[in-house]
């Protein structure tokens, strides 16, 4: 079975990009943007359109506000809530069914045609281009003004800066290891430079040895024993353990130096990332005491 994460880098790659006035930058760089109406001040009732946007909501505080997520919301917070469609095929009449004042959009992927439709119908729509780092720090700190609690997106974007800074001081102690991180074996797909993997591998000591230019690359088996990484992360959460047999062939693989992830909060840029560099820079640790 694919996993979740392959399937949603997979399709990410084909999907359309949103057109946006701003070509394509960041929240970071400037690129976060209202469509449809103006907002309310103070929204009573949200749908969340990504996994990651959720989790900032919780983040903030502010999971009370919640009436809608995607199929794929797994925190437990939002349990019994009814789901909208996945991130990439929301369904507007489930979410106009919702009665929402605020929707929001993580811009990557192919669902702006119905994100377009529901600004179009009236519900006002925050879209967050999220693929960075700093795009988390800038998210967390749009939505804590879109849901009208600007101080608690600041001290969510100060908190995930302290996790970013010490992740760093413990990679400055050590030695860069060679990592290749594995979202999907079937087909084989990696994180390469550029994705949000690739930046959470750097700040904790690792060196992808993925040079592709592509953030997503399906790889080559025979490209993934050439490159001779010292560890292997296993980021296919939702595929089976057993499924790296098939990956044998891959020196690190071969001998062990394989760490499968706990979940895909390596994966999903919001407020896991503190999570997901305690997590990394422990694996990246203990590769390099080998």
Not at 108 to 122: H, Q, S, T
Not at 173 to 193: E, N, S, W
Request: with cysteine.
């Amino acid at each position: 079975m694919r996993s979740l994460t392959a399937l949603l880098a997979l399709t990410a790659l084909l999907a359309p990009a949103a057109p946006r006035a701003d070509h394509g930058a960041g929240a970071a760089a400037g690129g976060v943007e209202w469509l449809g109406p103006p907002p309310p001040a103070a929204p009573r009732r949200v749908v969340s359109l990504a996994p990651s946007l959720t989790d900032t909501a919780v983040a903030l505080g502010k999971a009370s506000l919640l009436v809608g997520v995607t199929r794929y919301d797994d925190a437990p917070e939002v349990k019994a809530l009814p789901r909208v469609g996945g991130f990439l095929d929301p369904s507007p009449e489930a979410v106009l069914g919702l009665r929402p004042d605020l929707v929001v959009w993580l811009t990557d992927g192919g669902a702006y045609p119905a994100v377009r439709r529901i600004a179009g119908l009236g519900v006002p729509v925050l879209a967050l281009p999220v693929v960075s780092v700093a795009d988390v720090l800038a998210a967390s700190r749009a939505m804590g003004r879109a849901l009208g609690d600007a101080p608690a997106g600041e001290r969510l974007a100060r908190s995930l800066q302290a996790s970013i800074d010490a992740a760093q001081r413990r990679a400055a102690a050590g030695p860069r290891v060679r990592v290749l991180f594995v979202v999907g074996r079937d087909p084989l797909v990696v994180a390469g430079p550029g994705s949000y993997p690739d930046e959470l591998l750097r700040l904790c000591g690792g060196e992808n040895v993925v040079k592709d230019t592509r953030p997503w690359p399906v790889y080559p088996l025979e490209r993934a024993v050439a490159d001779a990484p010292a560890l292997v992360v296993d980021g296919a959460v939702l595929e089976p353990k057993e499924g790296l047999a098939r990956l044998d062939t891959i020196p690190a693989v071969h001998r062990g130096a394989v760490y499968r992830l706990r979940d895909d909060g390596a994966l999903r840029p919001g407020p896991r990332l503190a999570g997901a560099l305690e997590e990394l820079s422990a694996a990246l640790r203990a590769a390099g005491a080998r």
